[in-house]
């Protein structure tokens, strides 16, 4: 579910509409309605229920009397930095959880083959 959002808006007249590959989008897409935020102000708030497809571009256009022109927003299907960030952190974090498991698991084995016994003698 894709969102585009518009906030701080007055007049209260907008236009929110999505793209595909230029081509305003019809179906899959909900609204709703202007919302009064108190101090003559609105926002509005489209969702576009989407399955991505490589080399589709989709864009959320608004159109409103304070824009010279439509301002345009394009959909990045990338990750956002912040989440590559999370996402490389975790990893590290998990290799580096099994490579201790590992050196305690083998340091645990050699120890245990070699049959070292602490404070036993034999004595006539």
Known sequence: MLTCSAYKFYPKKIRVTWLRNGQEVT???????????GD???QI????????????????????ASFTEPKILHWDMSLPESERNNIAIRASGLVLGVVFAAAGLLYYNRRKATGVSIGSRNYR
């Open 40 to 42: 003559w102000h609105y």
């Open 27 to 37: 179906s899959n897409m909900t609204s709703s309605e202007e919302l009064d935020n």
């Open 45 to 64: 708030h489209s969702y576009l229920e989407y399955t991505p497809t490589p080399g589709e571009k989709i864009s959320c256009m608004v159109e409103h």
